[in-house]
């Protein structure tokens, strides 16, 4: 089971820490992705990290702004979100691969509960 938290409100240009708790064990051979839904669009690839490898992957829209880790300790994956623009305002859901996909949304296997951004102009 994966609780996603850390969302909320931000002014553009402003930061935001998510993160995803995951109940179960992670393997390394899983991958963890952020996803985000848009008001009115379809859910879209944000960024993934191989677990046992570290290696991480960002949407064009992303890169530069935002960065995935993971603490094997506690099971977590954050997505530390950077330079918030109005247009990363999106519902944004943490998702495991157990089949390592990285970016295609039916590769992923569990999702979160999904948590708001919203940033305003």
């Known amino acids: 089971q994966l609780q996603a938290s850390g969302g909320g409100l931000v002014q553009a240009g402003g930061s935001l820490r998510l993160s995803c708790a995951a109940s179960?064990?992670?393997?390394?051979?899983?991958?963890m992705g952020w996803f985000r839904q848009p008001p009115g669009k379809e859910r879209e690839f944000v960024a993934a990290i191989r677990w046992g490898s570290r290696r991480t992957y960002y949407a064009d829209s992303v890169k530069g702004r935002f960065t995935i880790s993971r603490d094997g300790a506690k099971n977590t994956v954050y997505l530390q979100m950077n330079s918030l623009r109005p247009e990363d305002t999106a519902v944004y859901y943490c998702a495991a691969s157990y089949r390592g996909e990285l970016t295609s949304t039916p590769g992923y296997n569990n999702w979160g509960q999904g948590t708001l951004v919203t940033v305003s102009s």
């Open positions: 179960g064990r992670i393997f390394s051979s899983y991958v």
